[in-house]
């Protein structure tokens, strides 16, 4: 019959707009809408009629690994000094797909050889495409992906071009917005060290036994792994 | 990758060695499959290929440059075509190769149709000139452009350096931005004598020329004058920057041409500069509302060619396949809802079908970290796990949700009368066109061509999952709507399985085989990777020479391909049909450019 399936679309309208109302109802006494609670509910398969977040008065929570422009993290040891993880390496330049990262490398003075961390880092955020492979490749852990993506500005030319001062945010501020992936990498590097003290052990009582060897006549040992 | 296993078998020779004995040679570089063609003979080989050996769906033409500035080294361009039969099965690829000077190869539009679009592009970006092509005028760049992009030996201005990671990076590091070094208006190039003051436009009486041309065929009853009306490049309806140049008789479409090329991405470009791992997330960038997908073909490509040390791990195939479904009904509901947007519905459809695509996409995000551009893929394997509640997630969504709101969508627009008038018996194309056209996807399996790449050529694990390769008959705009629709539910099928049998299932598991290196060496040689993406065939051909960066890498766009049949569908229509038409093939301006 003519006009039913323009009846049939209006229906559906019609109860996704009667919904929003029900759920209001059903969220009587509870925040619908600015509230964490509220905004899980909203994009959950559960949820009906109105699922418009108001930004920016409301915000979608972002997931851990929500990635945005890179970080750098530096460490702060028993007195108060800021330690670079960086040890200008540059593998994050390397396998930067824009090319975006630039590192000035620390030359020694004396002996002009580098030294393990940079004088100074920069990112062009403008030509980051956040694809996080820098991230993902530095095998010191020491650049990550933020979560704050609010970074509008006035000028892109005065303030676009992140150093090494405004990319450098503490290990705790990492263990904020990532703690499962902080903490994998922190046990990682705990059993790493423990077996780097094991092995250390372990020369340590093979050298010890050594000359004892080598004076009884035995072949030396096998190295501990 | 049984074409790998082919060329080491005993050799026997192929039907085409033995019926063509002084113009076919199969391939005897290492890491190359395929017959190279003598250029006189092609069009015989192809009208062979075509009528006698059932090679009937010619899906990629493309040329690579072969240049070496050594003194006495062989440079040539070869221009590659790809055939696959419509009824299933492997590809048959052949070549052909010309000299960098005046390079002439015999056009296969007679013959092929849907070869029109990449037989420009290759002659736009590499100069091949294609002898018996009806209308070979540039396609991406402009006419006036000076030399052929995509040639090695073509430096752009302010040319940085030949492969990344460029040196001012690192170790130097010195930063400065790009447009600094880049004054206003000198970072182009003109052609030689190049005059700005008596500067002639050539592109568009080059194109009007190309209308009236394709219009001399029409004649009606009742003397009238025809005009030329461009609709877009900045239109709603078109989807980005496209323009379509039409020839109307009263409000009837007379004669069409889509122009294109206003976004200058230079994605193949950038593509061989990079290593072929930076590659992984500019394929995202291509359809951004399937990158996974994009990602997908990408990976198997370079996969392909390195062999057994980059086969993935049964978890990361199950996670490529669900991530894989769940793009493609993104994709289709986004489709869906733009199309009724085409109707003139304006908004209310697209948003319900937005809603879903958005619980989708919070998927993505938690898994990958970004919501459109995923970068998820890496070569054996996957970047990364589920993390912890996303498996329950997905599970709900295609269990509970998806099935419902696609019900949901089929009641408020299918049965329509609107719609139905408005798309039925519109933009009708035959089977034997879509074939001929090189139409993939949706666009082909409207027409009813049970041609899908995961039944026909399977790839991945697709062969163990239980799914039905959709069709619909009619081949008019409402077939396309319909077979998306369709397509949904088959997708959840799949899904269903992939997640039931997932390895590990929520707990996790291995995603990556062996480590993720930064930097991968892919074995000299060359390989051709195709998926079936939500708009159709997606297929990266790239050639390595075992160097860290690609030394060609084209990407075979299923929105650029399908566009050789909007003219087609729309000849004949009113001015109004051309803009569902246009929906009704779903394109993206990114993978249309590139």
Known sequence: MYGLGILKGMWVTLTHFIDSYVEDIKWLGRN?????????????????????????????????????????????????????????????????????????????????????????????????????????????????????????????????????????????????????????????????????AAAAAAKAAAAAAKPADAAAGNPPATPAQ | MTEATTTAAPVEKHELETRFPDAVKAEARPGYTGFLVETSKLTEVATALRDEMGYDYLSSVTAVDYYSDAPNAENFIEVV?????????????????????????????????????????????????????????????????????????????????????????????????????????????YPQGFDPVGFKETDDPKLYEVLERAAREYSEDIDTEQVVVNLGPQHPSTHGVFRMAVRLDGETIVALKPVMGYLHRNHEKIGERNTWTMN??????????????????????????????????????????????????????????????????????????????????????????????????????????????????????????????????????????????????????????????????PVLRASGVPYDIRRADPYSIYDRFKFEVTVRQHGDVYDRYMIRLDEMRQSLDI????????????????????????????????????????KGELGYYIVSNGKGNPARYHVRAPSFINLTVLEKMCVGQKVADVVVNLGSIDIVLGEVDR
């Open chain 2, 495 to 534: 899904l269903k399985q992939a997640i039931t049998d997932l390895p590990g299932g929520a707990a996790g598991g291995e995603v990556m085989n062996g480590k993720n290196p930064y930097q991968v060496r892919v074995p000299a040689g060359e390989s051709y990777g195709r998926v079936e993406g939500p």
């Open chain 2, 81 to 189: 075509y790809h055939f696959y039969k419509s009824t299933g099965g492997g590809a048959l690829e052949i070549k052909v190769q010309t000299p960098r000077e005046n390079s002439t190869v015999p056009s296969l539009t007679p013959l092929y149709p849907g070869a029109d679009f990449q037989e420009r592009e290759a002659y736009d970006l590499y100069g091949v000139n294609f002898e018996g092509h009806p209308d070979q005028r540039r396609i991406l760049m402009w006419e006036g452009f000076a030399g052929y992009p995509m040639r090695k030996d073509w430096k752009e201005a302010y040319f940085e350096e030949e492969v990344k990671p460029f040196k001012n990076r690192w170790p130097e590091g010195q930063v400065y931005r790009i447009e600094d070094r880049n004054p206003f208006n000198k970072n182009n190039k």
């Open chain 2, 280 to 441: 992984m997330p500019f394929t995202d960038r291509l359809d951004y509302l399937s990158s996974m997908s994009n990602n997908f073909g990408y990976a198997l490509a370079v996969e392909k060619l390195m062999g057994d040390k980059a086969a993935p791990p049964e978890r990361a195939e199950y996670l490529r396949v669900i991530m894989a479904e769940l793009t493609r009904i993104s994709n289709h509901l986004w489709a869906v809802g733009f199309l009724l947007n085409d109707l003139g519905a304006f908004f209310t459809p697209s948003l319900y079908a937005i809603q879903e695509r958005e619980l989708i996409l919070d998927i993505f995000e938690a898994t990958t970290g970004s919501r459109m551009m995923c970068n998820y893929f890496r070569f054996g394997g996957v970047a990364r796990d589920l993390p912890e509640g996303i498996y329950g997630k997905i599970k709900d969504l295609v269990f509970e949700r998806l099935p419902r709101k696609i019900d949901e969508l089929d009641i408020y627009l299918s049965e329509n009368e609107l719609v139905r008038s408005r798309s039925e018996g519109v933009g009708v194309i035959t089977p034997e066109e879509a074939i001929a056209f090189s139409t993939a996807g």
């Open chain 1, 32 to 196: 619908r809408y600015f509230s964490k609670e509220g905004i899980q509910h909203r994009r959950s398969k559960d949820t009906k009629g109105i699922f418009t977040v108001q930004y920016p008065e409301e915000k979608l929570p972002v997931p851990e690994e929500f990635r945005f422009v890179p970080f750098l993290i530096y460490d702060v040891d028993a007195d108060g000094n800021k330690q670079d993880r960086c040890t200008s390496c540059g593998i994050c330049a390397k396998v930067c797909p824009p090319q975006c990262i630039w590192i000035v490398r620390t030359e020694d003075p004396v002996t002009k050889r580098p030294v393990p961390e940079p004088v100074d880092f920069f990112i062009d955020v403008d030509i980051c495409m956040n694809c996080g492979y820098c991230a993902e490749y530095c095998p010191f852990d020491a650049i990550k992906m933020d979560h704050d993506y609010e970074m509008a500005s006035f000028d892109r030319h005065a303030e676009h071009i992140f150093n090494k001062e405004k990319l450098s945010k503490p290990a705790g501020y990492y263990a904020g917005i990532r703690p499962t992936n902080f903490n994998r990498e922190e046990t990682l590097k705990a059993e790493e060290a423990a077996k780097k």
